[in-house]
């Protein structure tokens, strides 16, 4: 069998981390780890609202991969975080 090429990419801003990448599993773990990381050094103050944050991120990247995509690795999911004032946070999942 041949394997396909799994995409993942990631673009940071100053106000905001971009990503778009494979219908898997795996990939939701990655871009939780690098938002995490991303969020820790853009605000703040962060630590206390990760968990939930992070809780809503991997819901709504679970259900694009599993439910949007039926975890086709060859289709992409794209996630951006941006950051606005007052540290509000905005999420787009396509």
């Not at 990939?27 to 938002?35: A, Y």
């Amino acid at each position: 069998m041949i394997s396909k090429k799994q995409i993942f990419d990631v673009i940071k801003t100053k106000d905001s981390i971009c990503f778009s990448f494979s219908s898997t599993m795996g990939n939701i773990d990655e871009v939780c780890e690098q938002t995490t990381g991303y969020l820790r050094a853009t605000i703040q103050d962060i630590e206390k609202q990760l968990f939930p944050i992070n809780l809503v991120i991997r819901e709504g990247l679970t259900n694009a991969v599993r439910h949007g995509n039926a975890c086709d690795p060859a289709k992409l999911v794209k996630f951006m975080l941006t950051v606005k004032a007052n540290a509000t946070l905005s999420l787009m999942i396509e």
